[in-house]
C-alpha cells in the first residue's frame, strides 16, 4: 500500500504537500481528456505550479490503455526531464500512469515487464489520485495494459510500481455519470468477493477484504440512489481502495477470467461484464466446495443473492447474451478465459470446461 494516504472530502487541495513531501519538483501528471474536461487536470495542476512544483501533461489515451499508448506517454515524457508522474483518474489513468513509469524509467516495451519484478532500474515516485470508487488500482503494484493486437490483457508489477502516496477524494467521484458509478462500484465489490476466497489468500488479505465487502455492499446502493452523498462516496472510495488492496495480497479468480474474455471478445465495459458473471462464479465455487460456501456465507447468508439484488440496483445487463455474444463464440470466449493468470487463483481448479459451465449459466440468466 501507499506510504501515506490522504482521505476525505476536497482532499485534492493537499496535492502539492503531498509532492513535496516526496521531494518532487517537476511532475507529469497523466490523466485522461475525460478527467481534462471535468475540470480536474486544471484543478490539480494549478495547486501544484502555485507550490512551485512543475506540471507537464499527458492524456493521449482512453480505456484499457494499450502498449502504442504508453510508448507515446513514455516519448512525451522522455524529453522532459520528470522527477515524479501523478496518476489522476480512472483505472485507466493510474495503470497508464504506471506503465509510463515502467518504460520511461527502465527502457523497452510494456511485454517486458510482463509479470513480476521485471524492472532493473529504479521508478520514478508516484501520486494516486483516483476519481472512481473501482479498481483500487491505487493500491496495487500492477499496471493492467493491453496488447493493441489482440487486446489482452498484460499484468506488469514490481515493487516500484507502487504509488507512494494516495489521495482519496470522494469529491472527485461525484460528478461522474450513473453508469460509471454502477460499473466501477460492481467491479471493487467483486474484489472484494474474489479476494475473500482465493487460493493464496491470507489474514491480511481478509481483512483487506472483509473491510472493503462491509463498505461496499453497504454503500453501492446508496451512492446510485443519492449520488451527492459524500459520506457514501468516501466510502465506496475507501472499500474500492481496500479491495485493491486485498487484491495485491490474493490475487483475483474466476469472475476475472471469464469478464476479461468478454471484454476481449466483446469490448463489454469490465464492470459490466463482472456484474454479469460474479453471482454464477459465487453459484459454481460454492456448489464445488463446501469451505468456499461456508466463506461466501460470512459476507451474506445469501451472497449470490445480495449480489442479484446489487447487480439490479446498477441497471446491468440479466445475461452475456445481452453483451451482443453469440453461442458459436463460446469457444472463443471459455479459450480466452481459460488462458487468464486471474483464473489460477481461484479456489476451485478454473479451466475452459469451468469457463463453459459458468458462461452458460450466466448466459441468458435472471
Ligand atoms: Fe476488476
Given amino acids: 500500500?501507499?506510504?501515506?494516504?490522504?482521505?476525505?472530502?476536497?482532499t485534492l487541495q493537499r496535492l502539492s504537500g503531498v509532492v513535496r513531501d516526496l521531494g518532487l519538483h517537476h511532475v507529469?501528471?497523466?490523466?485522461?481528456?475525460?478527467?481534462?474536461?471535468?475540470?480536474y487536470v486544471d484543478a490539480a495542476s494549478r495547486i501544484l505550479t502555485d507550490a512551485g512544483i512543475a506540471v507537464a501533461h499527458f492524456d493521449q489515451f482512453g480505456?484499457?490503455?494499450?502498449?502504442?499508448?504508453?510508448?507515446?506517454?513514455?516519448a512525451h515524457a522522455a524529453p522532459l526531464g520528470v522527477d515524479g508522474i501523478i496518476g489522476l483518474g480512472g483505472g485507466s489513468s493510474l495503470d497508464c500512469?504506471?506503465?509510463?513509469?515502467?518504460?520511461?524509467?527502465?527502457?523497452?516495451?510494456?511485454?517486458?515487464?510482463?509479470?513480476?519484478?521485471?524492472?532493473?532500474?529504479?521508478?520514478l515516485p508516484m501520486v494516486g489520485i483516483p476519481t472512481?470508487?473501482?479498481?483500487?488500482?491505487?493500491?496495487?503494484?500492477?499496471?493492467?495494459?493491453?496488447?493493441?493486437?489482440?487486446?489482452?490483457k498484460m499484468a506488469c508489477g514490481d515493487p516500484g510500481a507502487a504509488f507512494r502516496a494516495v489521495i482519496l477524494d470522494p469529491v472527485?467521484?461525484?460528478?461522474?455519470?450513473?453508469?460509471?458509478t454502477a460499473a466501477a462500484g460492481y467491479d471493487a465489490l467483486s474484489h472484494a468477493v474474489e479476494t475473500w476466497v482465493t487460493r493464496v489468500r491470507n489474514p491480511v488479505s481478509d481483512l483487506f477484504a472483509r473491510e472493503a465487502w462491509t463498505k461496499l455492499s453497504g454503500n453501492y446502493e446508496r451512492v446510485l440512489s443519492h449520488p451527492?452523498?459524500?459520506?457514501?462516496?468516501?466510502?465506496?472510495?475507501?472499500?474500492?481502495?481496500?479491495?485493491?488492496?486485498?487484491?495485491?495480497?490474493?490475487m483475483l479468480g474466476a469472475t476475472h477470467a471469464c469478464a476479461n474474455a468478454l471484454t476481449a471478445h466483446r469490448g463489454t465495459i469490465h464492470g459490466v461484464a463482472i456484474a454479469i458473471l460474479l453471482r454464477h462464479v459465487v453459484r459454481w465455487n460454492g456448489g464445488r466446495d463446501v469451505a468456499v460456501a461456508a466463506r461466501y456465507a460470512q459476507l451474506d447468508a445469501d451472497l449470490?443473492?445480495?449480489?442479484?439484488?446489487?447487480?439490479?440496483?446498477?441497471?446491468?445487463?440479466?445475461?452475456?447474451?445481452?453483451?451482443?455474444?453469440?453461442?458459436?463464440?463460446?469457444?472463443?470466449?471459455?479459450?480466452?478465459?481459460?488462458?487468464?493468470?486471474?483464473?489460477?487463483?481461484?479456489?476451485?481448479?478454473?479451466?475452459?470446461?469451468?469457463?463453459?459451465?459458468?458462461?452458460d449459466a450466466a448466459w441468458v440468466a435472471a
Avoid at 480505456?63 to 513514455?74: C, H, Y
Fill in 1 to 10: 500500500m501507499a506510504q501515506a494516504l490522504v482521505c476525505g472530502p476536497g
Fill in 28 to 39: 507529469l501528471l497523466v490523466a485522461d481528456a475525460g478527467i481534462r474536461a471535468a475540470g
Fill in 63 to 74: 480505456e484499457n490503455p494499450t502498449s502504442d499508448m504508453i510508448e507515446a506517454g513514455r
Fill in 97 to 123: 500512469a504506471k506503465g509510463i513509469n515502467f518504460v520511461l524509467s527502465n527502457g523497452g516495451t510494456m511485454a517486458d515487464y510482463r509479470g513480476y519484478g521485471k524492472a532493473t532500474r529504479a521508478l
Fill in 132 to 152: 472512481t470508487a473501482g479498481t483500487g488500482s491505487e493500491a496495487q503494484s500492477y499496471a493492467i495494459i493491453s496488447d493493441p493486437h489482440t487486446h489482452e
Fill in 172 to 180: 472527485l467521484t461525484a460528478t461522474q455519470p450513473a453508469p460509471v
Fill in 228 to 250: 451527492s452523498d459524500l459520506a457514501a462516496r468516501e466510502a465506496m472510495l475507501l472499500g474500492a481502495h481496500l479491495a485493491g488492496a486485498a487484491i495485491e495480497r490474493s
Fill in 304 to 359: 449470490a443473492g445480495r449480489l442479484g439484488a446489487l447487480a439490479a440496483a446498477g441497471g446491468f445487463p440479466a445475461g452475456v447474451a445481452a453483451t451482443g455474444a453469440t453461442r458459436d463464440a463460446m469457444d472463443v470466449l471459455t479459450a480466452i478465459a481459460s488462458r487468464q493468470w486471474t483464473g489460477t487463483f481461484n479456489p476451485v481448479p478454473f479451466g475452459a470446461d469451468a469457463a463453459r459451465e459458468i458462461f
